[in-house]
């Protein structure tokens, strides 16, 4: 498969993802493709349909824009680095640093691997005291390891 075929559907994932379109996203991947996400393991298109249904639900304004890297290509796999952003539905504003490695067979895709650290988003979209300590406490000693 070529390079070229390959950036194109992953620009063409990235935008139906952008715009919502789960039917476009879902006509990307093969019957049984894997896609794996923070929360789990999906498998085939129903499952991504369910999950990408209620992403659509909880976040509006979803934005996907490169980081400037752009899509590396070896072979049947695209690495992507992306900044995804949106808005929860009540209203929380909320920015993550995402990674995805496309796996392709034939002109779909097979394989998917989502990957961003969920804490930072946990701290943009904590609601009220106790939630933004325990984040913030889980924060903090993640933090003191570092140093």
Not at 73 to 91: A, I, K, P, R, W
Not at 104 to 119: A, M, N, P, Q, W
Request: contains cysteine; glycine residues 8%.
């Amino acid at each position: 498969m070529s390079d070229e075929i390959i950036a194109a559907a992953v620009s063409d994932f990235m935008q139906a993802l952008s715009e919502k379109n789960i039917e476009k996203v879902l006509s990307l991947c093969h019957d049984d493709a894997i896609w794996i996400v923070p929360e789990g393991t999906l498998r085939g298109k129903e499952e991504f349909k369910d999950y990408l249904t209620r992403s659509v639900e909880l976040n509006r304004d979803m934005k996907v824009a490169d980081t400037g890297i752009g899509l590396i290509v070896q072979g049947d796999t695209g690495v992507l680095e992306y900044v995804f952003s949106g808005t929860t539905s009540d209203g929380m504003k909320w920015e993550v640093l995402a990674f995805c490695i496309y796996e392709f067979s034939g002109e779909k895709i097979k394989l998917l691997t989502t990957v961003y650290d969920r804490l930072p988003l946990a701290k943009q979209t904590a609601r009220g005291w106790l939630s933004r300590m325990a984040v913030n406490s889980v924060i903090s000693r993640v933090e003191k390891g570092l140093h």
